[in-house]
């Protein structure tokens, strides 16, 4: 099973909402990613976790909050986005020490 | 020298053609070199990888060459079809910080 599992598919959020992302895999993956991605654009890295310890923080604004609650989930906390924050929010998941990355279908966020 | 250049921004090609699509690095520490394949509201799909110890690999109808001294890599798609028409990312990755870096993506359209 080579699958990534993204909840929910589609997230029309207000400004002033709190509201998570959740993301799970039973690859047996160790690191896990989180990706944004604007229309037309590649995916940007936004976080990763290896062996559930964030490793990884691309300057992400602390309106975005990961959590890796164990090895095979990974949340992202949604608090007063932004309208430019809309974007297709991708996870991923890679065995340690191997790059070879599996993303999931990800999460359609449209800001209002 | 983090990036990743890739060409053509987009490509038209007739069914059971052959489609090329072409990335550049600078950073000689990159280690694997992936190819993605997205298609509209889905997550990238991992479609082929290789390392800089190997000139050429190839997977069915795809094959990444690998030209380590002019740091440039490509993605040729042989007997395009209609079912192919999507976004293709290269992207390149140092193994031991998990990080992708992702080409700007090549639409492929093949026709009928």
């Known amino acids: 099973d080579t699958e990534v599992t993204q909840t929910p598919k589609h997230l029309v959020m207000g400004m002033t909402n709190k509201k998570s992302l959740k993301c799970e895999q039973h690859?047996?993956?160790?690191?896990m990613y989180w990706y944004k991605q604007k229309a037309k654009k590649p995916p940007e890295l936004m976080f990763v976790y290896s062996y559930e310890k964030l490793s990884i923080n691309e300057s992400v604004p602390s309106r975005f909050s990961p959590e890796c609650p164990n090895s095979s989930l990974l949340n992202l906390h949604l608090h007063a986005l932004q309208p430019e924050d809309s974007a297709l929010y991708l996870c991923?998941?890679?065995?340690?020490?191997?790059?070879?990355?599996?993303f999931g279908q990800g999460t359609r966020l449209t800001v209002v | 020298q983090q990036q990743v250049k890739q060409s053509p921004q987009s490509l038209i090609v007739q069914k059971g053609g052959i489609s090329i699509i072409n990335c550049a690095y600078e950073?000689?520490?990159?280690?694997?070199f992936p190819w993605y394949q997205q298609f509209p509201g889905k997550g990238p799909a991992l479609l082929i990888a290789?390392?800089?110890?190997?000139s050429e690999k190839k997977e069915g109808r795809f094959t990444i060459s690998f030209n380590k001294s002019a740091k440039q890599f490509s993605l040729h798609i042989m007997d395009s079809q209609p079912g192919d028409s999507a976004t293709y990312f290269c992207?390149?990755?140092?193994?031991?910080?998990?990080?992708?870096?992702f080409g700007q993506g090549t639409t492929l359209q093949v026709k009928p």
């Open positions: 992207a390149a990755n140092k193994s031991n910080t998990g990080k992708l870096i």
């Open positions: 690859m047996g993956h160790r690191a």
């Open positions: 991923a998941s890679s065995q340690g020490g191997f790059p070879e990355a599996f």
């Open positions: 950073n000689t520490a990159f280690d694997y």
């Open positions: 290789i390392r800089p110890d190997v």
